[in-house]
C-alpha cells in the first residue's frame, strides 16, 4: 500500500493488532493508541509532524487579530504582506493546507472542462483526491517526468490542446519543487524555468506546488523568489519544514490572489481571527535558513541507513529520504515502529524518513542504531 502525509501509517494499525479498529463515532482506536505509543519514538515519518515551539506558542496567545474574512486581521496581512516580499510576488493569501493552495490555484487560473499539465508523481495529482475534477471540474494531463520529477519543456509543448469546437484545451501547467514522490528532488531553477516558458509560449499559466520550496532554494543556494519569477503563482507550506502547525500561502499577483480570495472563500477556508494561526506561521519564516541543517542530517541518515543489510538509500537531495528495501516497506515500517522510529510506506518497497527541527543530530544517530536493530 502506497502511504503520503495524508494518511499517516499509525491510522492503520498493524497485522498483529488484534484491537478494534474503530468506536462507534468510526475514529480510529489504533490511531489513538499508537499516539500514546509515540512518547520516546524518533517520528520520521514526515516533516509535518513537528511540534510549534514556546516562540510560536506565544505569539498565538499575543496575536493581534481581526476578521480576516472582512481582511481585518492585521497578523494575517502581515503574514500575506511579508510572504509576497519574501516570494518576490505582489501579493499572498493565507490558507489552511496546501492542499487549497493548490486547489484554489488550479480554479482561479482555469475554466470547467480545462486540462491541467502535471507530472504523474506530483502531489496535486496523486495526493489530492481527485480535487481537480472534483472541485474545479478540470482533467489532468499527467506526464512521466525524469527520475527527479523534471518535465522537459517539449513534454509540456506536446500536451499542449487548443480549445476549438471539440476540445476544451489546456488551462494550466503545475509544477513542483521539490518533488515529494521522487524523494525531495529539488529541481533546478533554469528547468523550472524552461517548463514554464513552454507553457507560456503558449499563454498557459504555470502554478509551482513549492510545499518544500524553501528547501529547494536552500539546495540551490538561491532565493525562494528565483523559482517564484518564472510562474504565475506558487503555493508554499509553512507547517511543514518551517515547523508552523498550520498553514500554507499562495503567492500570485495582485489581480490573481483577489480572485482566488473569492475561491478561497468558496472552498470553505475563509478564516475569522485566524491571526491565531498566522502568527506562529511569521515565526516559522525565520526558520528558512535552517533547513541546511536538516538536508545535512538528511544527509547523515541515508548514509547511516545505507549501510544496514537489505536497504539502499541514495545520497538526498533535501530533507527526504527514500530507502530502497530488499523486504516489503509494510514489514520495515512495522518492524521499525517497534524499535521506535517512525517512518512510512512509500511503495512496494520503498520508504521514505524525513528530518524536521524536532529531531537533531543525537536523533538521527540513534534511529539509524534503531532501524538497524529492526532489520536485524
Ligand atoms: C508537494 C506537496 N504539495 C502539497 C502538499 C499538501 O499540503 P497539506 O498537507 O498542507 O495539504 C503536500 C503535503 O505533503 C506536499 O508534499
Same mark, same amino acid.
Given at each position: 500500500?502506497?502511504?503520503?502525509?495524508?494518511?499517516?501509517?499509525?491510522?492503520?494499525?498493524?497485522?498483529?493488532?488484534?484491537?478494534?479498529?474503530?468506536?462507534?463515532?468510526?475514529?480510529?482506536?489504533?490511531?489513538?493508541?499508537?499516539?500514546?505509543?509515540?512518547?520516546?519514538?524518533?517520528?520520521?515519518?514526515?516533516?509535518?509532524?513537528?511540534?510549534?515551539?514556546?516562540?510560536?506558542?506565544?505569539?498565538?496567545?499575543?496575536?493581534?487579530?481581526?476578521?480576516?474574512?472582512?481582511?481585518?486581521?492585521?497578523?494575517?496581512?502581515?503574514?500575506?504582506?511579508?510572504?509576497?516580499?519574501?516570494?518576490?510576488?505582489?501579493?499572498?493569501?493565507?490558507?489552511?493546507?496546501?492542499?487549497?493552495?493548490?486547489?484554489?490555484?488550479?480554479?482561479?487560473?482555469?475554466?470547467? &472542462?480545462?486540462?491541467v499539465v502535471c507530472e504523474r508523481e506530483s502531489? !496535486?495529482y =496523486?495526493?489530492?483526491? /481527485? +480535487?481537480?475534477? *472534483?472541485?474545479?471540474?478540470?482533467?489532468?494531463r499527467p506526464l512521466d517526468g525524469d527520475d527527479r520529477g523534471v518535465l522537459a519543456p517539449a513534454q509540456v509543448r506536446d500536451a499542449y490542446?487548443?480549445?476549438?469546437?471539440?476540445?476544451?484545451?489546456t488551462?494550466?501547467l503545475t509544477l513542483e519543487n521539490?518533488h515529494?514522490?521522487k524523494?525531495?528532488t529539488a529541481i533546478a531553477p533554469a528547468d523550472i524555468d524552461a517548463a514554464a516558458e513552454a507553457a507560456h509560449d503558449r499563454?498557459i499559466?504555470v502554478?509551482l506546488?513549492?510545499?518544500?520550496?524553501?528547501?529547494?532554494?536552500?539546495?540551490?543556494?538561491?532565493?525562494?523568489?528565483?523559482?517564484?519569477?518564472p510562474v504565475?503563482?506558487?503555493?508554499?507550506?509553512?507547517?511543514?519544514?518551517?515547523?508552523?502547525?498550520?498553514?500554507?500561502?499562495?503567492? &500570485?499577483?495582485?489581480?490573481?490572489?483577489?480572485?482566488?480570495?473569492? !475561491?478561497? =472563500?468558496?472552498?470553505? /477556508? +475563509?478564516?475569522? *481571527?485566524?491571526?491565531?494561526?498566522?502568527?506562529?506561521?511569521?515565526?516559522?519564516?525565520?526558520?528558512?535558513?535552517?533547513?541546511?541543517?536538516?538536508?545535512?542530517?538528511?544527509?547523515?541518515?541515508?548514509?547511516?541507513?545505507?549501510?544496514?543489510?537489505?536497504?539502499?538509500?541514495?545520497?538526498?537531495?533535501?530533507?527526504?529520504?527514500?530507502?530502497?528495501?530488499?523486504?516489503?516497506?509494510?514489514?520495515?515500517?512495522?518492524?521499525?515502529?517497534?524499535?521506535?522510529?517512525?517512518?512510512?510506506?512509500?511503495?512496494?518497497?520503498?520508504?521514505?524518513?524525513?528530518?524536521?527541527?524536532?529531531?537533531?543530530?543525537?536523533?538521527?544517530?540513534?534511529?539509524?542504531?534503531?532501524?538497524?536493530?529492526?532489520?536485524?
Amino acid at each position: 500500500m502506497l502511504i503520503c502525509d495524508e494518511v499517516p501509517h499509525n491510522m492503520r494499525g498493524t497485522e498483529t493488532d488484534d484491537r478494534p479498529r474503530s468506536r462507534p463515532d468510526g475514529r480510529a482506536v489504533s490511531y489513538i493508541r499508537r499516539a500514546a505509543e509515540r512518547a520516546g519514538m524518533i517520528d520520521l515519518r514526515s516533516d509535518t509532524v513537528t511540534r510549534p515551539d514556546q516562540a510560536m506558542r506565544e505569539a498565538a496567545r499575543d496575536a493581534e487579530v481581526g476578521d480576516d474574512v472582512y481582511g481585518e486581521d492585521p497578523t494575517v496581512n502581515e503574514l500575506e504582506a511579508r510572504v509576497a516580499e519574501i516570494l518576490g510576488m505582489e501579493a499572498a493569501l493565507f490558507v489552511p493546507s496546501g492542499t487549497m493552495g493548490n486547489q484554489v490555484a488550479a480554479r482561479t487560473h482555469t475554466e470547467r &472542462g480545462q486540462e491541467v499539465v502535471c507530472e504523474r508523481e506530483s502531489h !496535486v495529482y =496523486k495526493w489530492e483526491l /481527485g +480535487g481537480l475534477a *472534483q472541485h474545479s471540474a478540470l482533467q489532468a494531463r499527467p506526464l512521466d517526468g525524469d527520475d527527479r520529477g523534471v518535465l522537459a519543456p517539449a513534454q509540456v509543448r506536446d500536451a499542449y490542446v487548443e480549445a476549438d469546437g471539440h476540445r476544451a484545451g489546456t488551462g494550466l501547467l503545475t509544477l513542483e519543487n521539490t518533488h515529494n514522490s521522487k524523494g525531495g528532488t529539488a529541481i533546478a531553477p533554469a528547468d523550472i524555468d524552461a517548463a514554464a516558458e513552454a507553457a507560456h509560449d503558449r499563454d498557459i499559466p504555470v502554478h509551482l506546488d513549492g510545499a518544500r520550496l524553501f528547501n529547494a532554494a536552500v539546495a540551490h543556494d538561491v532565493p525562494a523568489s528565483r523559482f517564484a519569477d518564472p510562474v504565475d503563482s506558487v503555493m508554499t507550506c509553512l507547517s511543514k519544514g518551517l515547523g508552523a502547525p498550520v498553514g500554507s500561502m499562495l503567492a &500570485g499577483s495582485a489581480d490573481f490572489v483577489e480572485r482566488a480570495r473569492r !475561491v478561497r =472563500k468558496l472552498m470553505g /477556508g +475563509g478564516m475569522r *481571527q485566524a491571526g491565531i494561526v498566522a502568527a506562529p506561521g511569521l515565526r516559522a519564516l525565520d526558520n528558512r535558513d535552517r533547513l541546511a541543517e536538516d538536508h545535512a542530517r538528511a544527509e547523515r541518515l541515508a548514509a547511516g541507513l545505507d549501510a544496514i543489510d537489505g536497504l539502499t538509500a541514495p545520497t538526498p537531495e533535501t530533507n527526504i529520504v527514500v530507502v530502497e528495501t530488499d523486504t516489503p516497506a509494510e514489514a520495515v515500517v512495522t518492524a521499525c515502529e517497534d524499535e521506535g522510529v517512525g517512518c512510512v510506506a512509500f511503495g512496494e518497497y520503498r520508504v521514505r524518513f524525513c528530518t524536521h527541527w524536532d529531531v537533531d543530530a543525537a536523533d538521527v544517530d540513534a534511529a539509524i542504531e534503531r532501524v538497524e536493530r529492526a532489520l536485524a
